[in-house]
């Protein structure tokens, strides 16, 4: 079920001393709000994302920010979960407005220039994977121009710091730990408050939905493998609660990453029955995958988003040794003999 627009979102919220939940619009798109969490601290606040670069998406983060007492260009960081625009797509309006240094992983930092710069390359690789997955030849062009309405929405800036696995981020009187959890992107990184014993999640546990986890090209080696060992990776840490960047904050760190790792299982024995009587293309794969909608009423860019991730289940098959290649041009997978 699409959820209304209109709907307000949910409030400006304290949710520990000096800590803050804003949400921020992300608009004409069924998440609604990204949750841009700010670290009160007394050289000024540091934020968790950012959200979309929009007027009212950066009106809201200004407000939020009006009712801790401070303001946009009194931000000193900006710790960015990862690359996607809803996340990383205002940090350069403020870095520009106030200075603020922003942090990235490595592996998302290289992608910037190819997302949001020059997309060339990206274009074609697309291209190169669609033709891959067996996609109608009628359908490719508008799939593979489905990204292209995000790029005004993200400021593109080069981030000033790089957040490695286990990086302790300089945000005065906050214990915070930088945990690399790649999967739904590359190089995407959760925080671990130690004080407090609180999971800034981003987008990699969200507490009724998972997230996109795809198989763009040849370099993506087995994306949904990674994060699958990284939901194991963040659910052996004690949290006291999760602060995902969507939807709202929950409790049972360890039960939501075991669910999203059987949920994945479900999907992995959904694939093997598609392709158990022959060999199948990706784009045969999706078609039949149970979505959250009839695949015919899946389009644009939800279409392609679908496909990438049936192909991320199908890699992962394949590294387990549980499918095999059984064509190329387009590739076909089918059961191991
Ligand atoms: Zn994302
Ligand atoms: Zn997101």
Redesign the pocket.
Known sequence: MSSSPRRPLPPVEQVRPGLWSIPVPIPNNPLRYVLVYALDTDRGPYLIDAGWNTDESYDSLRTGLERMGTTTRAVQGVLVS?I?P??FGLAGRIQQESGAWVGMHPADIELIQGRYVEPGPLLRAVWDTLQMAGAPPDEMEALQQASMPVLPLVGATDPDVVMEDGFLPDVPGWDLRAIWTPG??PGHLCFYDERNHLLFS??HVLPRIT??VSLLDEDDIDPLGDFLQSLRKVGSYEAEEVLPAHEHRFVGLRERADELVSHHEDRFAQVERIVADGSCTAWQVAAHMEWSRPWERISGFMRRMALFEALAHLRALEVRGRLVVTDQNPRRWGPTT
């Open positions: 990862h996607h809803d996340h739904h992107t981003g987008d997230p996109n």
